[in-house]
């Protein structure tokens, strides 16, 4: 890969992308069955800005979670013992893809792939830090994605 290949958050539209994606999936959360009661109904705007702060410095931008907001330690924390249910998975899963559909993100197969990629992983990982296993990794970085296999097509 070059050295002129952007990072994912750039690919995004840096913190303004993700705000708009994010902000659809926690509408869409708040008006699912499944999901709204894991939130007691409703996601609030610090959670919603501090998740989109997580996820800007995962893809590349600006290690502002790790440096403010408490890092891996503070995201394992609130995760702890939700007990979030294969089903549940699924449906965050579903809906950050379409989330990301109603908010325009970039629709490249590439870019789509990178970031639906990060949420199966993140959401395995999520769903395992959410249960009783005695095995949780309690520290980590704040991991750092990248595009792996498919940088986008650039001719
Ligand atoms: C890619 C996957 C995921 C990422 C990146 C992620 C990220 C985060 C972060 C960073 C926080 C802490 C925000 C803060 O600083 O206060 C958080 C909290 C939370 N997450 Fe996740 N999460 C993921 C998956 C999930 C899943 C699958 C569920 C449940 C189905 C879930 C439910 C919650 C809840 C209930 C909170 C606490 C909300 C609150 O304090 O108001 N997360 N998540």
Redesign the pocket.
């Known amino acids: 890969m070059s050295d002129e290949t952007p990072t994912i958050y750039e690919w995004a539209g840096e913190r303004a992308g993700f705000e708009r994606s994010l902000d659809a999936f926690y509408d869409l959360v708040e008006d699912d069955g499944l999901?709204a009661p894991?939130?007691?109904g409703q996601?609030?705007e610090?959670?919603r800005r501090?998740?989109v702060?997580?996820?800007c410095e995962?893809m590349g931008g600006p290690a502002d979670?790790t440096e403010v907001?408490?890092g891996y330690e503070?995201?394992l924390?609130?995760?702890r013992g939700?007990h979030?249910?294969a089903e549940?998975?699924l449906?965050?899963?579903t809906l950050?893809s379409q989330a990301a559909d109603l908010a325009g993100l970039p629709d490249d197969p590439e870019f789509r792939a990178a970031i639906m990629g990060?949420?199966?992983?993140?959401?395995r990982?999520?769903?395992y830090n959410?249960s009783d296993a005695t095995d949780i990794v309690e520290h980590a970085p704040v991991p750092r994605w990248g595009w792996g296999v498919a940088p986008p097509y650039q001719p």
């Open positions: 999901l894991v939130f007691e996601v609030s610090q959670h501090d998740v702060t997580w996820w995962v979670y907001l408490g503070h995201m924390s609130k995760h939700l979030i249910t549940q998975r449906r965050f899963v950050l990060y949420a199966e992983w993140g959401t990982l999520a769903a959410s």
